[in-house]
């Protein structure tokens, strides 16, 4: 006779279809009691007050992960329409009106029960610092115009301020490397190459600097348990609009009527008013004594002869550090790799260079070839760019590679080590997100004490602890399964 399978007796049924109830329960219920509480946000928003234009950042980030890392998103941003806050200096009240349309989208994008407690915090960097050293009173009146009109809005407003070169560049830094997620991680930092209009910063961490050398350049951290020196240096002047103007004075140092500038395609001819371009802290000193009204600029479109031009600004005689970038200010080795952002990325994306696996001899000869194109040629080609931007391009692309190459001192070998960046993880690189993680304490200075088990792993331990449970209870049921597999006797 075939003695019949145990596992379909009646007891042994019962007993698995109340176990696997159980699972069920015991699961449903660790799964709903442990379910992570529906996401709540809070918001930050930054006015990034550069000297060419202002741009507003709103970031997001869950609201009991304040402490956490990674999670800080930029959600939206808005270009203020004009020029930079800096240019309002002889009409500050239109500088406060000016933020009025992207502030009014602001509110409509955070959520109105998050107004009153999200921080509103605006910065102003090299254009402020150049009005600022010429004329304080005008700047402060611009701050005042500017705060007034912030504090209109239910945000709360945490002031309008200048911020230092150091701050500037330590901040570009920190929001690469927390984006990057390195700073939790304690992983190799990646320096910040951040090019504006009118200042530059570079900040790096670099083995062979402590500090000591140079103490300025120094700013020291402690992130999630980790130590940091980084070496940072912002060049006032330096930013690519500024340098322009540089440049051009170099060349009209005697007041002519006409200049033929190899920066600028063939077949340009723009006539300029000296005034205007002696009219920056940057240049007003070399201004030429009684030069005509204005002068011709003509384009050449010569790359080797605009690089020698651009060099000219850059002073590297004296030094009094072990090394120095140029202007006598030290600069340690470079070290690792690093991202290039804001001018440099809109540049050389434009020049299509962001590649830099393409040989530096290759990126120079494309953009001699580029700065030797004709102006009619190229304004055909681009009917879209803004014709001021259209005709400084070559003029920047070559002041990139000459600042990264004769003055940074990037080589062949570790010019692959820059990456041109305009966001990470859709958030911009720029200083704004450090400074908002700064001033909100979200970045600690000891790591975070972390759950020690995320919610899915809690509840697959808790699953195949019920299962084997259930298998044991089985199991030990086994002196009963002859018993429940004997067929009734018939007598
Ligand atoms: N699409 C673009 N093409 C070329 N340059 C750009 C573009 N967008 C912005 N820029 C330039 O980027 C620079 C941004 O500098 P900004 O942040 O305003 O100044 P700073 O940081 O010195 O205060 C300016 O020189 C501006 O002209
Ligand atoms: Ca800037």
Redesign the pocket.
């Known amino acids: 006779m075939k003695e019949k399978n145990p596992w379909h007796t009646p007891v042994t049924i019962i007993i698995t279809v109340i176990g696997v109830i159980a699972i069920v329960a015991l699961v449903t219920v660790a799964v709903l009691q442990n379910r992570p509480l529906p996401q709540k946000y809070k918001y930050g928003i930054v006015l990034?007050?550069?000297?060419?234009?202002t741009?507003l950042y709103i970031y997001e980030w869950p609201a009991e992960k304040d402490n956490n890392t990674g999670r800080v998103e930029q959600t939206y941003s808005c270009k203020v329409k004009g020029p930079?806050i800096s240019s309002y200096a002889s009409a500050p009240l239109k500088a406060g009106e000016s933020l009025s349309v992207c502030m009014q989208e602001a509110k409509q994008r955070v959520p109105g029960r998050r107004h009153s407690q999200t921080p509103l915090y605006l910065g102003?960097?090299?254009?402020?610092?150049l009005l600022n050293s010429e004329n304080s009173s005008a700047s402060d009146k611009v701050f005042q115009a500017v705060e007034e009109a912030l504090q209109k809005f239910p945000f709360s407003f945490q002031g309008a301020r200048i911020l230092s070169g150091q701050e500037?560049g330590a901040f570009g830094w920190i929001t690469v490397n927390y984006l990057d997620d390195r700073l939790k991680q304690g992983l190799e930092t990646k320096g910040a190459l951040?090019?504006?209009?009118?200042?530059?910063q570079i900040s790096f961490v670099s083995d062979n600097y402590d500090g000591s050398e140079s103490p300025d350049n120094a700013v020291t951290f402690r992130l999630y348990g980790n130590d940091y020196n980084l070496y940072t240096h912002s060049f006032l002047c330096y930013?690519?609009?500024?340098a322009l103007r540089m440049t051009l004075a170099q060349q009209t140092q005697s007041g002519p009527g006409t200049i033929n500038d190899p920066c600028f395609h063939p077949g340009y001819t723009e006539s300029r008013n000296y005034s205007v371009l002696y009219d920056s802290p940057c240049v007003s000193d070399r201004k030429p004594q009684g030069p005509p009204a204005n002068f011709t600029h003509i384009g050449t479109g010569d790359f080797q002869q605009c690089q020698e031009v651009v060099k000219r600004i850059f002073n590297s005689t004296h030094c009094k550090y072990s090394q120095c970038s140029f202007n006598g200010v030290f600069q340690p080795l470079l070290q690792g790799p690093f991202g290039a952002f804001?001018?440099y990325y809109?540049?050389m994306n434009?020049l299509n260079l962001t590649d830099t696996s393409i040989p530096l001899e290759a990126v120079r000869e494309k953009l001699g070839h580029y700065c030797a194109t004709p102006w009619n040629q190229l304004k055909q080609q681009h009917p879209k760019?803004?014709l001021?931007?259209l005709s400084?391009?070559c003029f920047?692309g070559t002041y990139i590679l000459t600042l990264l190459t004769e003055v940074y001192n990037f080589t062949s070998e570790n010019y692959p080590n820059i990456k041109f960046i305009r966001e990470i993880k859709g958030s911009d690189a720029?200083w704004t997100l450090g400074y908002m993680l700064n001033l909100t304490n979200m970045i600690p200075a000891e790591a975070p004490d972390s759950p020690p088990l995320p919610h899915a792993g809690y509840v697959s331990i808790v699953t195949v602890i019920a299962i084997l449970l259930l298998v044991l209870f089985i199991l030990s049921l086994r002196p009963l399964w002859p018993l429940c597999s004997k067929r009734p006797q018939i007598v």
């Open positions: 990034d007050a550069g000297s060419s234009h741009a930079g102003a960097t090299a254009g402020m610092r500037e951040d090019l504006g209009g009118a200042s530059t930013g690519k609009d500024q804001s001018a809109f540049v434009f760019v803004k001021k931007y400084e391009y920047s720029g």
